[in-house]
């Protein structure tokens, strides 16, 4: 008897011992669920929203960040925009490096990502926050977003006047988890045509400085973006024909959404 006494008391010391360890197991387990869901919370995205101004000019909103793609039309046209944390210029022609609107614009605190061949042309008494050289294949990572410089140039004969490869760029953003492909002036380069996984993509077409509708529309077919922008369509003779350059592109692959906004209003 007595030594079913000691039996019985040592398996209740046992049991007791054991009941911490449980207790603790259990606010151990509940901690990591917490920090799982707290983790996961951080990883909501903010929305891209872009506005288009004028022929190659937009302005992106990202949370709080303001990107001025290739400002033009003066102070005016950015009525109703703060001013913006970066800029973004392709080349050195008047509609995309326009030197008046640089100035009437509140740049002193912004970043302004430019190719070296820009960047020569700014005057001294132009105020701007910090100025970035990026030329082709270059890319460089900024607060809340990537930039990749990719090369924008003619290959037409007639045209290489006005674009030699390498003086301007187009430009690759991975922001807000999409990749934003913007043409710049070009023409269906095969650095065009290889760009993979993009979901927006902002395309020239206009005679005679970038190329016609037809090799806008094959180089679209080619590289397969989500959803493609006609832009830049003004030439010498015109607007292009940006209609045509929906129907070739759904003719091609229905997949592809063609979103035409009115750049010329």
């Known amino acids: 008897m007595k030594h079913l006494n000691i039996i019985i008391l040592g398996i209740c010391i046992i049991l007791s011992s054991c009941k911490p360890e ?10 990591v669920n917490e920090t799982d869901i707290a983790v996961s919370t951080d990883t909501k995205k903010e929305p891209l ?10 302005v992106m909103r990202y949370g709080e960040d303001l990107i001025y793609v290739d400002p033009t039309g003066g102070a005016e046209a950015f009525s ?10 392709t080349d050195i022609h008047g509609d995309h490096y326009h030197q008046e609107t640089l100035q009437a614009l509140d740049l002193s605190a912004s970043t302004v990502i430019a190719p ?20 082709n294949g270059t890319t460089k990572t900024f607060d809340d977003f ?53 979901d927006k993509a902002f395309v020239c077409m206009n005679l005679p400085y970038t190329m016609t509708v037809d090799k806008a529309a094959e180089a679209v077919l080619e ?22 350059f929906k129907t070739l592109v759904n003719q091609g692959d229905e997949s592809i959404e063609v979103v ?6």
């Open 116 to 135: 070296t061949a820009v960047i020569e042309k700014f005057p001294e008494d132009l105020k701007i926050g910090t100025v970035v050289a990026m030329d």
């Open 146 to 198: 990537e930039i990749e410089a990719i090369p924008m140039y003619n290959l037409r004969e007639e045209a290489l006047k006005f674009h030699p490869k390498g003086r301007g760029n187009g430009y690759v953003l991975t922001i807000g988890g999409e990749r934003i492909y913007i043409s710049g002036d070009t023409e269906d380069i095969p650095e065009m045509r290889n760009l993979t996984d993009i």
């Open 223 to 244: 590289f397969k973006p989500k959803t493609v922008y006609p832009y830049h369509y003004r030439g010498t003779d015109g607007l292009s024909d940006v209609g045509k």
């Open 22 to 31: 449980k207790k603790d197991q259990m606010a151990s387990d509940n901690q």
């Open 49 to 58: 929203d872009i506005t288009p101004i004028s022929h190659a000019t937009m």
């Open 260 to 265: 035409q906004w009115d750049w010329y209003q």
């Open 80 to 89: 109703a925009f703060e001013a913006p944390e970066y800029v973004l210029i």
